[in-house]
């Protein structure tokens, strides 16, 4: 299974991306998929979550700007953020989990700034 990550790029203070994850090389159907963000030189942190069955959970620090979405069939996962703000700069990287197997994109840089 790889996970494909794909929208990061240049954004202005206010400005919004949309980010893709696609899962490939897989058949199966994946419980969790989400999206985390690390800075360098600091720990990765989770921003989203949202289950086979639809609930969805965001870090504080994002609700309201961004909005996380699935397509199942498709194997993918969205994250349209809005409002982006300079401290939203960071690399972000898929995860998809099956059972207890966890599953990581390369990551897609986002760079917020004017």
């Known amino acids: 299974v790889q996970l494909q990550a794909s929208g990061g790029g240049l954004v202005q203070p206010g400005g919004s991306l949309t980010l893709s994850c696609v899962a490939s090389g897989s058949i199966f159907s994946f419980n969790d998929m989400g999206w985390y963000r690390q800075v360098p030189g600091k720990q990765r942190e989770w921003v989203a979550t949202i289950t086979s069955g639809g609930a969805i959970n965001y870090i504080e620090a994002v609700k309201g700007r961004f909005t996380i979405s699935r397509d199942s069939a498709k194997n993918t996962v969205y994250l349209r953020m809005n409002s982006l703000k300079p401290e939203d700069t960071a690399i972000y990287y898929c995860?998809?989990?099956?059972?207890?197997?966890?599953?990581w994109g390369q990551g897609t840089l986002v760079t917020v700034s004017s």
């Open positions: 995860n998809f989990n099956r059972g207890s197997v966890n599953y």
